[in-house]
């Protein structure tokens, strides 16, 4: 089997195939696909490969993929390297069946990675005639990324939030952020400001009903928690510091955190630079049960830095919460399994995002700095550079005081892995100019909102809040 460029008009001959580029969004768009409507058997391949590349500037390799269709395969994407007069391809990127309808991003990281060497995209068939895979806006990036969507990764942890067995997690390379806590506390130390201290444990905390059975890297190993039993108090809140790491323009915090208990208070990450306070990058404020849960948190630091776990005590004494396997990893975290609960606005499509037809302008997405000076940022929050795209509204004329814009999600499910119950949304924005307006996210019920009212928001920010990305969760049950 070939790859074959087509377009929507051309090509699309079951509701299976994408009915417009991703490029432009039209059915005159071109892209490649592979459409399983021509004869096939099952396991038959199409490949297709890049020129040598040449050069190691590229960090980052971004492209837009469609998988749909019931009888739709697999999609893998390999980097081929010369090994000692050996052809050598290494397998970076892979999902298997329907995807989405839609067009998606996908993305590996090239750090590091040594020239010359060659990108293979291949399909790998299925029996059956409705199944097609299409490949648009494949582009070499200069920032670095990783690997998205997380399943993509061939090395890729389902998720399991049970403890895992003794060679489910990988050993943690040497780091001062980088612990799993088995021998010592690595580069970590006390914080002699706070009201008690974390402490290294293993199998069961101290204290029944509260804290993990086990550590998460073997089951047997050591973790480290805070015991709220006598003599801690309510309130009382212990930190733990890495120690110094180096700037990053991006990097993901990855951890196993267990909070269970019924007193369960909260647990925080902040980061912490030379010259200023602790930032709050992360907070975990309700009981999950007795399993390790994972987190990721994206770190930019234009400074050296250092990482703060900051627990604080609920208002009895099961309330302990431990940590487990910290690590920075070079790229920003991958997002959530679930793309649809996920934007970052670097898709041309904003991720199904819409204008509200019967507000007074609109948003508009962009990279960079905007068109007004002392306004607005100057880098995207994904990437942190002039690369990654964001959406603002330009409140320069013709507009007026009290001109609305509004953006509207595409209508989202409660999350089915939650089994019901509280959910959170979290985001960055910025908020920067001496004639700064207000922002306010809603939650609404309904598939046609336009102009309808919206009542109460949910979250609300008034003013000027400085040229810099803030984060904000609003949760709800």
Excluded at 29 to 40: E, F, L, Q, T
Excluded at 236 to 261: E, H, K, N, Q
Aim: aromatic share 14%.
């Amino acid at each position: 089997m070939d790859w074959l460029v087509g377009s929507g008009i051309q090509t699309r001959t079951s509701y299976v195939g994408p009915a417009v580029d991703h490029t432009f969004g039209t059915p005159a768009g071109r892209y490649v696909y592979v459409d399983y409507i021509y004869p096939h058997e099952s396991g038959h391949r199409a490949q297709l490969f890049s020129e040598t590349v040449l050069s190691d500037f590229a960090q980052c390799f971004r492209f837009y993929y469609y998988m749909n269709g019931p009888d739709a395969g697999d999609l893998i994407l390999w980097i081929g390297q010369d090994n000692a007069g050996v052809y050598t391809p290494y397998s970076m990127w892979q999902l298997s069946g329907a995807q989405s309808n839609d067009w998606l991003e996908g993305t590996i990281s090239l750090r590091g990675l040594i020239a010359p060497y060659n990108l293979l995209f291949e399909t790998v068939l299925r029996s059956g005639l409705s199944g097609y895979i299409a490949l648009d806006d494949i582009e070499f990036l200069q920032f670095d990324c990783g690997t998205f969507p997380l399943e993509a990764d061939p090395s890729y942890n389902d998720g399991s939030t049970t403890t895992p067995s003794p060679t489910t997690q990988p050993p943690i390379p040497d780091g001062p952020i980088n612990c799993n806590f088995d021998q010592n506390l690595c580069s970590y130390v006390q914080d002699t400001t706070d009201i008690f201290d974390w402490s290294q444990g293993t199998g069961n905390t101290p204290t029944q009903n509260t804290g993990p059975n086990g550590d998460h890297t073997t089951g047997i190993g050591k973790y480290i928690f805070i015991e709220t039993s006598t003599p801690t108090l309510p309130g009382d809140y212990a930190v733990i510091m890495s120690g110094v790491s180096p700037t990053t323009r991006g990097s993901c915090l990855r951890f196993w955190y267990s909070m269970y208990g019924s007193y369960i208070q909260r647990l925080e990450v902040l980061i912490k630079q030379p010259s200023t306070n602790a930032t709050l990058l992360w907070k975990q404020d309700t009981g999950l049960g007795s399993a390790w849960y994972p987190a990721a948190v994206d770190i930019i630091s234009d400074y050296d830095f250092q990482i703060y776990f900051n627990a604080t005590a609920g208002s009895s004494y099961t309330g302990d919460i431990a940590i487990d396997d910290v690590q920075l990893i070079l790229g920003l975290c991958p997002p959530p399994n679930d793309q649809d609960l996920f934007c970052s606005f670097e898709d041309d499509l904003a991720c199904g995002y819409q204008q509200d037809n019967t507000d007074d302008f609109n948003w508009i997405q962009t990279s960079g700095g905007t068109s007004t000076v002392d306004s607005g940022p100057t880098y995207d929050h994904t990437y942190g550079t002039t690369y990654g795209r964001y959406m603002y509204t330009e409140s320069s004329s013709p507009r007026v005081k009290n001109d609305k814009a509004r953006l509207i999600s595409r209508p989202y499910n409660q999350y089915k892995s939650t089994g019901g119950g509280y959910e959170c949304l979290t985001f960055y924005y910025h908020m920067y100019g001496a004639s700064m307006g207000s922002l306010n996210v809603y939650r609404t019920s309904g598939s046609d909102i336009e102009g309808q009212p919206l009542g109460s928001s949910i979250w609300s920010m008034y003013g000027d809040q400085g040229n810099q990305w803030h984060i904000a969760q609003v949760c709800w049950f």
